[in-house]
Nanobody, 128 residues
Framework: QVQLVESGGGSVQAGGSLTLSCAISGSRPSVGTYRMGWFRQVLGQEREGVTTINAEGNTMYADSAQGRFTISEDNAQKTLYLLMNNLKPEDTAMYYC????????????????????WGLGTQVTVSS
């Protein structure tokens, strides 16, 4: 069973940067592929997709993240990263790491239903 644990959140002023990490532990399926992503949620609002990466290294970003955020992974360290630059107050949210492993369609997806493993989240607060 794969488990995800996020870290790296915190408080930063607008224009600053943060790098979130997602530690991946447990046994992955021996066949198939995977997709991983970052999502965020403001209290009282729906969780939204930020960015995703698949096993081929292809990525996709939400419009709000395009040009400011970068998703990457270190397979050796079993870690997923989210580099966030030029942060804005509207980026304030709980950030979640998500994954799905197995026989998947390689299409990049940012809908919640495309993921079935979730971390507990890490809070990011951006002040103006």
């Amino acid at each position: 069973q794969v488990q995800l644990v996020e870290s790296g959140g915190g408080s930063v002023q607008a224009g600053g940067s943060l790098t979130l990490s997602c530690a991946i532990s447990g046994s992955r399926p021996s066949v198939g592929t995977y997709r991983m992503g970052w999502f965020r949620q403001v209290l009282g609002q729906e969780r939204e997709g930020v960015t995703t990466i698949n096993a081929e290294g292809n990525t996709m970003y939400a419009d709000s993240a395009q040009g400011r955020f970068t998703i990457s992974e270190d397979n050796a360290q079993k870690t997923l990263y989210l580099l966030m630059n030029n942060l804005k107050p509207e980026d304030t949210a709980m950030y979640y790491c998500a994954a799905r492993f197995g026989l998947l369609n390689p299409n990049l997806r940012l809908d919640l239903t495309a993921y079935d493993i979730w971390g507990l989240g890490t809070q990011v607060t951006v002040s103006s």
